[in-house]
């Protein structure tokens, strides 16, 4: 699976960005689709995820100014997919490399939060908020 992340950029502080991830590759049951953020110094955290015919997770800190979206339900086999990440009011705070990733999730389970559960990476945006 290969992931190409676009969008990031400096934004002013109120400001909103949106995210985008090509995802292209064969995709299992049970696929789990999530941006992550990093930076210097800290360890990668989740941002959202998404699975399922649009079952989403946010962090708490990030509900109601972040929003995921997948241009396909539960996909599976060759397939291609555009994930985005919607960014609004953002502060400073969310300045960060951000990375989209993907992973299969347990049957029965939600997806996770945990970097090791995804398998595959994108490159990072950088995103830089003034």
């Known amino acids: 699976v290969q992931l190409v992340e676009s969008g990031g950029g400096p934004v002013q502080a109120g400001g909103s960005l949106r995210l985008s991830c090509e995802a292209s590759?064969?995709?299992?049951?049970?696929?789990?689709m999530a941006w992550f953020r990093q930076t210097p110094g800290k360890e990668r955290e989740a941002v959202a995820y998404i699975y399922g015919r649009g079952v989403t997770y946010y962090p708490d800190s990030l509900k109601g100014r972040f929003t995921i979206s997948q241009d396909s339900q539960e996909p599976q086999g060759n397939a291609k997919i555009l994930l985005t990440l919607q960014m609004n009011d953002l502060i400073p705070e969310d300045t960060a490399s951000y990375y989209c990733a993907t992973g299969q999730r347990v049957r029965g389970l939600p997806c996770t939060t945990r970097q090791s559960d995804y398998d595959y990476w994108g490159q990072g945006t950088q995103v830089t908020v003034s």
């Open positions: 590759g064969y995709f299992y049951s049970g696929t789990c």
